[in-house]
C-alpha cells in the first residue's frame, strides 16, 4: 500500500494516548453513540457537518472488525491499477478520526478520495448522499467481529483491556464498546443496502473468494480491469500477505489488526448460552429483513 | 464433604503420576491396595448402596435417600453430619473395617464402577441406588470441584479437564463405561437406576420410586409431606449461599462450555455411548 506515515503518525498517537486511559474512561458519547476519546473529539464531530463529500469519493462503512483495513488495501490497489498512481493518505482514512480542521484540509485532496467510516448510516453526513458518493458497505457475521474485537483490545499493548471474553460480551451486546452496538448500526444499514451507490460486501464472501470479490468492486466503482490484474491484486490482498506486511503498512498495530482473519473462530470462545443469546438477537433484530439474509447467519454462525 | 479427605494431585503432570490403573480403569491412590478387600467385601440384605460417578449429585441423593428411609426432618438433616452416616466404600476414612461394623441397616456410598463393587451386590443380596447426570453439567462440576479443593488445587484449564474426561483419563475412569455398565443391570431386581435432572425435573416421582423400592409404605398425605421436604433439600442444595451459585442445576454447562467444545463433546458422546438408549436431559 502507499506512503502510510501520517497513517502511522495517527496510530502511534492514538495509541500514547491509550497508555493514560483506563478502559473505563475510554469513551465519551455523542449523540448516543460511545466513542473512543483516543481517536474522536466532539468537536470533530460537530465539524463533520461541514464535510463536504465529493461525487467520486469512495466511502468505505463498516462496523468495526469488520475487514475496513483489508477493502482499503484493496480499493487503494485497484485505484493503483487503474490510474499508475500510489494512493496516498494524507490523513488518516477514518472519516470521524482526527482533529476538527481536518475536513478543511480535505478540501484540497485529489480525487478519488477512499473515506473509511464506522459511523451508523443516520450519523453520516448528508453530503455522502446528495453527492452521491459511491458506498461500500462491509459486513461480517457478528460473532466473529464480537471475537475480533475483543482480540483488539486485549492484544494491543497500548489499548486497555477487559478482564476476561464474558466481561467484554456483556459489553458488546449492550453497545458499551466504540461505535455503539453491532446490531444498531446493521438495523441502521438495512434499509439502505439497495441503493444505486450503495454497495454490500460480505466479509465471509471475500474470505471465499477473493479474486470474485475484488472483481464486483472494481467494477462497482466503475474500474475496467484485466483478468490478470484482478488475479495480482488478489494475491496481494490475501489475508496472509496483508498481515506479512501489516508492520510496514499501519505501524506497530498491524500484527493485530491482521490477527487471524478466520471464519468460525468465535466457537472457541462463545459459551452455548453466549451463542444463545446472539442468537435471539440476530432474530430480534434482523431476521426475515434484506442485511438478515444477505449476512448468511445460519451459514456462519449457527454451522 | 468426605471427598476433601482424598489425597489428589494438583498439576496435570501430577495427575498422571498419582493415579493408578487397576484392570484397565484410573483410579484415586487410595483405592490402591483394597481393590480385592473390596470385592470380597461382606455385604447384608438390609443394606441401602448409593453408588454414583463423582459429581452426580450424590450428597443430595444421600440426603433425599436417608429422609425417605428414615423419615427425617429436612432441619434435622441440615444439622446432622450425614457424612459419617453414609461413608463412603473405598475412602481412607473410616475405612472398611470400621465399615464392616456399622449397625443395620447399613447406608454405603461408592464411586466405583459396578464390576469394582462388593461381588455379594452383584447377586442381589442388598439394594443398590444408582444416580446418573448428564456429563456436561457433571464435567463442569467435577471441574470446579478439582480447583476448589486444597488438596487438588487443580491449575489446568477447563478445556484440557474436559479433553481428560472424554479420554476417561479422570478417577473412577470412564464416565461413559461406568453409567452403561449400570444402564445394562437396571432391570436387577435389586437396582434401582435415578438420573440427578428428575430430581428437578420430577421429584414427585422420584420419591414414589424410592418409597416403593426401598419398602417404605407411606400414604398419598405422607408421600405429599416427605416430596415437599425433598424439595427443601434441592432447594437448599442448589442457592446455598456458602456455594458457587447455582451449582447443582441443570444446565450449568451451558454458561461454561464453548460453542467448539461442545460440538467435540456431542461427538466424543456419541461415538462412546454407541447404540446405549440411555438419555439425558442437558436443560430443563
Same mark, same amino acid.
Given at each position: 500500500?502507499?506512503?502510510?506515515?501520517?497513517?502511522?503518525?495517527?496510530?502511534?498517537?492514538?495509541?500514547?494516548?491509550?497508555?493514560?486511559?483506563?478502559?473505563?474512561?475510554?469513551?465519551?458519547?455523542?449523540?448516543?453513540?460511545?466513542?473512543?476519546?483516543?481517536?474522536?473529539?466532539?468537536?470533530?464531530?460537530?465539524?463533520?457537518? #461541514?464535510?463536504?463529500?465529493?461525487?467520486?469519493?469512495?466511502?468505505?462503512?463498516?462496523?468495526?472488525?469488520?475487514?475496513?483495513?483489508?477493502?482499503?488495501?484493496?480499493?487503494?490497489?485497484?485505484?493503483?491499477?487503474?490510474?499508475?498512481?500510489?494512493?496516498?493518505?494524507?490523513?488518516?482514512?477514518?472519516?470521524?478520526?482526527?482533529?476538527?480542521?481536518?475536513?478543511?484540509?480535505?478540501?484540497?485532496?485529489?480525487?478519488?478520495?477512499?473515506?473509511?467510516?464506522?459511523?451508523?448510516?443516520?450519523?453520516?453526513?448528508?453530503?455522502?448522499?446528495?453527492?452521491?458518493?459511491?458506498?461500500?458497505?462491509?459486513?461480517?457475521?457478528?460473532?466473529?467481529?464480537?471475537?475480533?474485537?475483543?482480540?483488539?483490545?486485549?492484544?494491543?499493548?497500548?489499548?486497555?483491556?477487559?478482564?476476561?471474553?464474558?466481561?467484554?460480551?456483556?459489553?458488546?451486546?449492550?453497545?458499551?464498546?466504540?461505535?455503539?452496538?453491532?446490531?444498531?448500526?446493521? *438495523?441502521?444499514?438495512?434499509?439502505?443496502?439497495?441503493?444505486?451507490?450503495?454497495?454490500?460486501?460480505?466479509?465471509?464472501?471475500?474470505?471465499?473468494?477473493?479474486?470474485?470479490? *475484488?472483481?464486483?468492486?472494481?467494477?462497482?466503482?466503475?474500474?475496467?480491469?484485466?483478468?490478470?490484474?484482478?488475479?495480482?491484486?488478489?494475491?496481494?490482498?490475501?489475508?496472509?500477505?496483508?498481515?506479512?506486511?501489516?508492520?510496514?503498512?499501519?505501524?506497530?498495530?498491524?500484527?493485530?489488526?491482521?490477527?487471524?482473519?478466520?471464519?468460525?473462530?468465535?466457537?472457541?470462545?462463545?459459551?452455548?448460552?453466549?451463542?444463545?443469546?446472539?442468537?435471539?438477537?440476530?432474530?430480534?433484530?434482523?431476521?426475515?429483513?434484506?442485511?438478515?439474509?444477505?449476512?448468511?447467519?445460519?451459514?456462519?454462525?449457527?454451522? | 464433604?468426605?471427598?476433601?479427605?482424598?489425597?489428589?494431585?494438583? #498439576?496435570?503432570?501430577?495427575?498422571?503420576?498419582?493415579?493408578?490403573?487397576?484392570?484397565?480403569?484410573?483410579?484415586?491412590?487410595?483405592?490402591?491396595?483394597?481393590?480385592?478387600?473390596?470385592?470380597?467385601?461382606?455385604?447384608?440384605?438390609?443394606?441401602?448402596?448409593?453408588?454414583?460417578?463423582?459429581?452426580?449429585?450424590?450428597?443430595?441423593?444421600?440426603?433425599?435417600?436417608?429422609?425417605?428411609?428414615?423419615?427425617?426432618?429436612?432441619?434435622?438433616?441440615?444439622?446432622?453430619?450425614?457424612?459419617?452416616?453414609?461413608?463412603?466404600?473405598?475412602?481412607?476414612?473410616?475405612?472398611?473395617?470400621?465399615?464392616?461394623?456399622?449397625?443395620?441397616?447399613?447406608?454405603?456410598?461408592?464411586?466405583?464402577?459396578?464390576? %469394582?463393587?462388593?461381588?455379594?451386590?452383584?447377586?442381589?443380596?442388598?439394594?443398590?441406588?444408582?444416580?446418573?447426570?448428564?456429563?456436561?453439567?457433571?464435567?463442569?462440576?467435577?471441574?470446579?470441584?478439582?480447583?476448589?479443593?486444597?488438596?487438588?488445587?487443580?491449575?489446568?484449564?477447563?478445556?484440557?479437564?474436559?479433553?481428560?474426561?472424554?479420554?476417561?483419563?479422570?478417577?473412577?475412569?470412564?464416565? %461413559?463405561?461406568?453409567?452403561?455398565?449400570?444402564?445394562?443391570?437396571?432391570?436387577?431386581?435389586?437396582?434401582?437406576?435415578?438420573?440427578?435432572?428428575?430430581?428437578?425435573?420430577?421429584?414427585?416421582?422420584?420419591?414414589?420410586?424410592?418409597?416403593?423400592?426401598?419398602?417404605?409404605?407411606?400414604?398419598?398425605?405422607?408421600?405429599?409431606?416427605?416430596?415437599?421436604?425433598?424439595?427443601?433439600?434441592?432447594?437448599?442444595?442448589?442457592?446455598?449461599?456458602?456455594?458457587?451459585?447455582?451449582?447443582?442445576?441443570?444446565?450449568?454447562?451451558?454458561?461454561?462450555?464453548?460453542?467448539?467444545?461442545?460440538?467435540?463433546?456431542?461427538?466424543?458422546?456419541?461415538?462412546?455411548?454407541?447404540?446405549?438408549?440411555?438419555?439425558?436431559?442437558?436443560?430443563?
Amino acid at each position: 500500500m502507499a506512503d502510510k506515515s501520517k497513517f502511522i503518525e495517527y496510530i502511534d498517537e492514538a495509541l500514547e494516548k491509550s497508555k493514560e486511559t483506563a478502559l473505563s474512561h475510554l469513551f465519551f458519547t455523542y449523540q448516543g453513540i460511545p466513542y473512543p476519546i483516543t481517536m474522536c473529539t466532539s468537536e470533530t464531530f460537530q465539524a463533520l457537518d #461541514t464535510f463536504e463529500a465529493r461525487h467520486d469519493d469512495i466511502v468505505l462503512a463498516s462496523y468495526p472488525k469488520c475487514g475496513s483495513n483489508w477493502i482499503l488495501h484493496i480499493v487503494s490497489e485497484l485505484i493503483y491499477a487503474v490510474s499508475k498512481k500510489k494512493y496516498k493518505y494524507p490523513e488518516f482514512p477514518v472519516l470521524e478520526c482526527g482533529d476538527s480542521e481536518k475536513y478543511q484540509r480535505m478540501k484540497g485532496f485529489p480525487s478519488p478520495r477512499i473515506l473509511a467510516t464506522h459511523l451508523h448510516y443516520d450519523k453520516l453526513p448528508g453530503s455522502i448522499f446528495e453527492n452521491k458518493a459511491k458506498i461500500l458497505v462491509i459486513f461480517r457475521n457478528p460473532k466473529d467481529t464480537a471475537v475480533s474485537f475483543l482480540h483488539f483490545h486485549n492484544d494491543v499493548p497500548d489499548i486497555p483491556s477487559y478482564g476476561s471474553w464474558d466481561e467484554f460480551f456483556r459489553q458488546f451486546m449492550k453497545g458499551q464498546v466504540s461505535w455503539g452496538r453491532y446490531f444498531d448500526f446493521a *438495523i441502521n444499514w438495512n434499509k439502505h443496502l439497495d441503493g444505486d451507490n450503495v454497495k454490500f460486501i460480505l466479509y465471509e464472501d471475500l474470505k471465499e473468494n477473493l479474486a470474485a470479490g *475484488i472483481k464486483q468492486i472494481a467494477e462497482f466503482l466503475g474500474f475496467f480491469l484485466t483478468g490478470e490484474q484482478i488475479q495480482t491484486i488478489s494475491v496481494q490482498s490475501t489475508f496472509q500477505a496483508m498481515r506479512a506486511k501489516s508492520q510496514d503498512t499501519h505501524g506497530a498495530v498491524g500484527p493485530f489488526l491482521f490477527r487471524k482473519g478466520e471464519v468460525g473462530d468465535w466457537k472457541n470462545l462463545f459459551s452455548e448460552i453466549q451463542n444463545q443469546e446472539m442468537d435471539e438477537k440476530f432474530k430480534e433484530c434482523l431476521a426475515g429483513t434484506s442485511l438478515g439474509a444477505k449476512l448468511k447467519y445460519e451459514s456462519y454462525c449457527q454451522g | 464433604m468426605a471427598e476433601s479427605e482424598a489425597e489428589t494431585p494438583s #498439576t496435570p503432570g501430577e495427575f498422571e503420576s498419582k493415579y493408578f490403573e487397576f484392570h484397565g480403569v484410573r483410579l484415586p491412590p487410595f483405592c490402591r491396595g483394597k481393590m480385592e478387600e473390596i470385592a470380597n467385601f461382606p455385604v447384608r440384605p438390609s443394606d441401602v448402596w448409593i453408588v454414583t460417578y463423582p459429581k452426580s449429585g450424590t450428597s443430595l441423593l444421600q440426603e433425599v435417600v436417608y429422609l425417605v428411609s428414615q423419615g427425617a426432618d429436612p432441619d434435622e438433616i441440615g444439622l446432622m453430619n450425614i457424612d459419617e452416616q453414609l461413608p463412603v466404600l473405598e475412602y481412607p476414612q473410616p475405612g472398611l473395617d470400621i465399615i464392616k461394623e456399622l449397625t443395620s441397616p447399613r447406608l454405603i456410598k461408592s464411586h466405583l464402577p459396578y464390576r %469394582f463393587l462388593p461381588s455379594d451386590l452383584h447377586n442381589g443380596d442388598s439394594k443398590v441406588i444408582y444416580m446418573a447426570r448428564n456429563p456436561k453439567d457433571l464435567v463442569v462440576s467435577y471441574y470446579q470441584f478439582h480447583r476448589s479443593l486444597r488438596t487438588m488445587s487443580y491449575r489446568g484449564t477447563f478445556q484440557e479437564f474436559c479433553r481428560r474426561f472424554m479420554n476417561d483419563k479422570l478417577g473412577y475412569g470412564s464416565w %461413559f463405561e461406568h453409567v452403561q455398565e449400570f444402564w445394562e443391570h437396571r432391570m436387577d431386581s435389586n437396582v434401582l437406576f435415578l438420573k440427578y435432572e428428575d430430581m428437578h425435573r420430577d421429584l414427585v416421582t422420584m420419591v414414589e420410586q424410592l418409597a416403593r423400592f426401598l419398602g417404605v409404605s407411606c400414604d398419598k398425605a405422607q408421600l405429599e409431606a416427605l416430596t415437599e421436604h425433598c424439595h427443601q433439600l434441592v432447594d437448599q442444595c442448589c442457592n446455598a449461599e456458602a456455594l458457587p451459585v447455582g451449582r447443582g442445576r441443570v444446565g450449568l454447562w451451558k454458561d461454561i462450555f464453548t460453542v467448539s467444545m461442545n460440538e467435540k463433546f456431542d461427538l466424543v458422546y456419541k461415538q462412546k455411548m454407541g447404540k446405549c438408549d440411555l438419555t439425558f436431559d442437558f436443560y430443563l
